[in-house]
């Protein structure tokens, strides 16, 4: 069957919020790109995931211009909670840090780019972002034309560019194919069951519970609409969470009365946890960015902050070499980045180690997670430091 075939400046593949955004401010700086994107637009509109928003994330998005639902529907945090041995506690963050945190669903972030790039229409005759392609293979990243080859709508087709953003996620096809990675990864021995109920939130911030069977997290969507998580087993068969059981391991874990609500559960999905962190964020000229390049657990909600963080620092190398013809940033995009994902994977591991049950009866590790969590909330400058990681720690200059 003939190829078409389609020129443009960066060729992206994935429209998750590394994909779109990227796409989105490279608009912005008058650079070309189109999107391919696998699944549909509904199920990337649909798909739930996490929820939270460093202030600087917000901060990105605000600045270019998607950000009117996210300030008009966002929570703003300003304080999160500690609970174990049945006993909550505060960490005020705004206090500590002077910054806030919102809650926003993954969805919506991906729900605003999409519709702005839409909005802004064709480009150069072409969409700017393809749903449902099928085969997407990349090739010749090493020379200075990059091509990306696809099916869609029954047509074999294919991309020309000068650069390729693997933003494809964990299970793309950007990562497999460079030829040698220097990969890091810990899996852990426990998931997260994650439902949202038609009820009001627990509480106004987000509650953090240690309990001796097991975490437990309580955030929200919406005054309304409550997000709730328990520690599982990484593969555990929902079948055997009938919506009595969740109620009651919920209200158990985290010490509620009355005021966990129990309304209709419309969602449960389980994740399994992990830390994962490919070095090799660039091969040539195909740069991979947010959960192809590295994965956190959720615990530290940092999984779509290190996405945008990526992003800003790809989108910015990609300007300055259309702008000055100058590839110094885009040599340096794996350290610069790196630098960034390694605090995250720390926080993310640590707040993760605090808090979940590792093996049953260790008393060793009861004890000291219970100090640990006892120095946080009483030590200013460690809660400071919980603080600051949590609200997002600055940007590269
Ligand atoms: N071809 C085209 N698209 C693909 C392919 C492929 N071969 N493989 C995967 N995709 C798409 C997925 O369907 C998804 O829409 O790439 C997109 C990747 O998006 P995300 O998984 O959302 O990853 P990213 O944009 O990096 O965002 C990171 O997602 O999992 C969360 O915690 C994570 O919040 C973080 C965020
Ligand atoms: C969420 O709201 O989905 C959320 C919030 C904080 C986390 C993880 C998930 O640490």
């Not at 839409?118 to 099928?134: K, M, Q, T």
Request: net charge negative; aromatic share 8%.
């Amino acid at each position: 069957m003939a190829k078409s075939a389609i020129r443009t400046q960066v060729g992206i593949v994935g429209a998750g919020p590394a994909g779109l955004l990227l796409s989105h401010l490279l608009h912005l700086a008058g650079i070309d790109s189109i999107v391919l994107e696998s699944r549909s637009r509904q199920y990337v509109e649909e798909r739930v995931r996490a929820g939270l928003l460093e202030q600087g994330s917000v901060e990105t998005l605000t600045e270019a211009g998607v950000a009117d639902r996210l300030h008009r529907e966002g929570l703003v945090h300003h304080g999160i909670e500690l609970r174990y041995d049945g006993i909550g506690h505060r960490i005020p963050l705004t206090d500590l840090t002077g910054r806030v945190v919102t809650i926003y669903g993954q969805q919506e972030v991906v729900k605003d780019l999409i519709a702005s790039r839409l909005a802004a229409g064709a480009h150069r005759d072409h969409a700017p972002i393809l749903f449902e392609v099928e085969d997407v293979a990349v090739h010749d990243v090493t020379g200075d034309t990059p091509r990306i080859t696809f099916r869609h709508a029954g047509e074999d087709s294919e991309i020309q560019c000068d650069f390729i953003g693997g933003c494809d996620g964990f299970h793309g096809v950007c990562r497999p194919s460079i030829p040698e990675l220097r990969i890091y990864e810990r899996a852990y021995p426990f998931g997260w069951l994650g439902i949202l109920s038609r009820s009001r939130p627990v509480s106004e911030e987000l509650i953090y519970a240690r309990h001796t069977d097991g975490f437990a997290l309580a955030t929200m969507r919406s005054n309304t609409v409550s997000r709730l998580y328990l520690q599982c087993a990484p593969d555990e068969d929902l079948a055997l969470w009938p919506d009595d059981r969740i109620w009651a391991e919920l209200h158990k874990r985290l010490g509620c009365g009355e005021e966990l609500e129990e309304g209709e559960i419309f969602q449960k999905g389980v994740t399994p946890m992990k830390s994962f962190v490919c070095e090799t964020m660039r091969h040539g000229r195909l740069f991979l960015a947010g959960d192809a390049a590295h994965i956190v657990p959720p615990t530290g909600a940092k999984g779509m902050n290190l996405a945008i963080a990526d992003i800003r620092v790809l989108a910015r190398g990609l300007e300055r070499f259309y702008g000055q013809q100058d590839t110094e940033l885009l040599e340096r995009y794996a350290e610069t980045c790196l630098r960034r994902v390694w605090k995250g994977q720390r926080f993310s591991w640590w707040m993760t180690s605090m808090l979940h049950l590792f093996g049953a009866n260790d008393p060793f590790e009861h004890k000291v997670q219970v100090a640990e969590l006892d120095y946080v909330c009483h030590s200013k400058a460690a809660m400071t430091t919980l603080a600051e990681n949590y609200v997002g720690l600055p940007f590269e200059v």
